[in-house]
């Protein structure tokens, strides 16, 4: 990231800001940063901000003012920890998504900067949209202080003149969303997400976790016009709505985890794909029409969509900048395009656009050159068989960044196999080991009690069992054998579960290596296609 300069608003701005709020008549003092920092970047690819110095995450597009806005969260949490630590809102401008030429606000707004009634933190997705009065609506989840709800996140509104602010609360009273007001709810209240009509009229849509409401707003972009209306007819949803209208037909983007391995979303049900459906109102029925955006490289998924300048564009969050994972994300944007050739029109797939892969380098491990198939296939949708050769090793891994086999009856033993197009040179393995129980356990994940490796014998058409040393299983590093060359087509590493006697727990890898006896180029293989449990030649 390049710093060209640090923009400070004068005290005379503030002092117009606050005469601004009681023009407006809305209680409360207007809230906005005296020196709100901004930074002129220039981004050559995706995601924008790509340096790890601030994570961006849940955008949320705008067009205005002839320039195109991504007002995004940030997060903050430390390597290795899986929470959404979020403490405030940043803000990305351009004139030309394509120009990677952006303005950068880092410290946009807090939540308990504009909302007196909201805890710090937990500056969740959020959206700021133009009204009818063409002033800026700021509709953002935050936890509402001292709130006796179940669940206590609630949904507030600010309003300013511009994009970038001053914002005052436009409901200084509380949120205008939550379990107890208007009308009581048992959802989590968060991603808001609202379109004005071409008539004007207001609807908001909001939700997460399978659960979805509507509902029309009064012309105050406050206060519920009817009751809400609970959706279906999305299959999949699981959060992050995002409804805009294209050609009089209401479109409705969301992250879906409809999950198997035969889903046209998702293998792993913690990884969401960007789903779609249409309809012909506001407030539905909506129907579905399919995937526009595929998995990411973190498990969250959260689609912006807007027009500029007669072309489409959708931001979405990844874990690829440096030190990005699933609680470090950075926002992204490409272009989205249309098949206007069937009515409604559908969205066509986007292909994801990213940085150029580092040159690659010499390496041991053929397994990125290896495809995949375990005992347990298809392979419960917690996990993900990807994970064996994905060359990630992660701190503190969640379920799909590991091969697993959990399951309510555990066998003595599983297995997992590499299959290469041709037979290659093996003189070593490491395998990297997770487990939430210790060695001895007859339950849950936990190391196995012993492992091996066999190789496929072409000349005898059978696995045959490779002598080695095989050490203990360990979690938190790597565990390692050396054996006499073998060559062969393919590789099967086999583990005894670990057992109280009773019953078995499970085993689950993050990464096996199988290892050349020099270094090499390795060119990755087609993970979606399974090897063969016998060692079938590959097609």
């Not at 710090?120 to 133009?130: F, H, L, N, S």
């Not at 997992?416 to 080991?433: A, D, I, S």
């Not at 001895?440 to 014998?457: N, T």
């Not at 080695?468 to 006499?484: H, L, R």
Request: charged share 20%; hydrophobic share 40%.
């Amino acid at each position: 990231m390049h710093l060209v300069r640090i923009t400070t608003l004068s005290k005379a701005w503030f002092s117009r800001a606050s005469l601004l709020g009681t023009l407006l008549g809305l209680g409360g003092p207007v809230m906005a940063n005296s020196a709100l920092e901004a930074r002129q970047v220039t981004s050559a690819s995706n995601p924008i901000l790509s340096d790890g110095q601030d994570y961006t995450t849940d955008p949320a597009t705008l067009v205005a003012n002839g320039k195109f806005y991504i007002l995004t969260g940030r997060d903050t949490a430390e390597s290795g920890v899986n929470d959404f630590v979020m403490p405030e809102w940043q803000m990305l401008v351009t004139d030309d998504p394509k120009s990677g030429r952006w303005t950068h606000y880092p410290h946009f707004l807090k939540p308990d900067e504009v909302f007196k009634w909201a805890t710090p933190g937990r500056a969740y997705a959020a959206q700021i949209v133009q009204g009818p009065d063409k002033r800026f609506y700021f509709y953002a989840p935050v936890m509402q202080e001292g709130s006796t709800n179940k669940d206590g996140f609630a949904i507030g509104v600010a309003v300013s003149d511009s994009p970038t602010g001053p914002w005052v609360d436009a409901h200084p009273s509380g949120p205008v969303v939550s379990q107890s007001y208007p009308v009581k709810n048992d959802i989590q209240n968060i991603d808001p997400t609202v379109l004005i009509d071409d008539d004007g009229r207001i609807y908001m849509y909001w939700g997460t976790f399978g659960r979805l409401k509507g509902v029309e707003l009064e012309r105050d972009m406050v206060t519920f016009k009817g009751t809400p209306v609970d959706v279906t007819g999305l299959k999949g949803f699981f959060e992050a709505p995002w409804i805009f209208k294209r050609k009089g037909v209401y479109y409705m983007a969301y992250a879906g985890n409809t999950a198997g391995p035969d889903s046209e979303c998702t293998e792993a049900v913690y990884y969401a794909c960007i789903a779609y459906g249409t309809a012909t109102s506001p407030l539905g029925p909506w129907t579905y029409r399919g995937v526009l955006l595929d998995p990411v490289s973190s498990t969250t998924s959260h689609p912006g969509i807007s027009e500029f300048k007669g072309k489409w564009y959708v931001a979405y969050h990844t874990a690829d900048a440096k030190g990005g994972g699933h609680f470090r994300r950075s926002v992204a944007v490409d272009e989205l395009s249309w098949d206007d050739s069937v009515n409604p029109p559908l969205i066509e797939k986007v292909e994801q656009t990213r940085a150029a892969a580092p040159v690659p380098q010499p390496q041991r491990n053929l397994a990125p050159a290896a495809r995949v198939v375990a005992s347990n296939s298809p392979v419960p949708v917690q996990y993900w068989i990807r994970a064996l050769n994905d060359g990630k090793v992660r701190q503190a891994p969640l379920p799909p960044d590991t091969w697993g086999t959990w399951s309510p009856n555990n066998p003595k033993q599983q297995w997992v196999v590499y299959q290469w197009e041709q037979p290659l040179k093996v003189n070593g393995t490491r395998l990297y080991f997770w487990a939430d129980q210790p060695a001895g356990s007859g339950i849950g994940v936990a190391p196995p009690k012993a492992w091996h490796l066999e190789y496929w014998s072409d000349a005898d058409k059978d696995w045959k069992v490779i002598t080695a040393s095989y050490p203990q299983a360990v979690t938190g590093a790597w565990t390692e054998a050396s054996f006499d060359t073998v060559s062969t087509r393919c590789l099967k590493a086999v583990f005894d579960a670990s057992t109280d006697g009773k019953t078995n727990a499970a085993v689950a890898v993050q990464e096996w290596e199988a290892l050349y006896p020099k270094a090499v180029l390795v060119e990755a293989a087609d993970t979606k296609v399974p090897a063969s449990p016998i060692c079938v030649p590959l097609e």
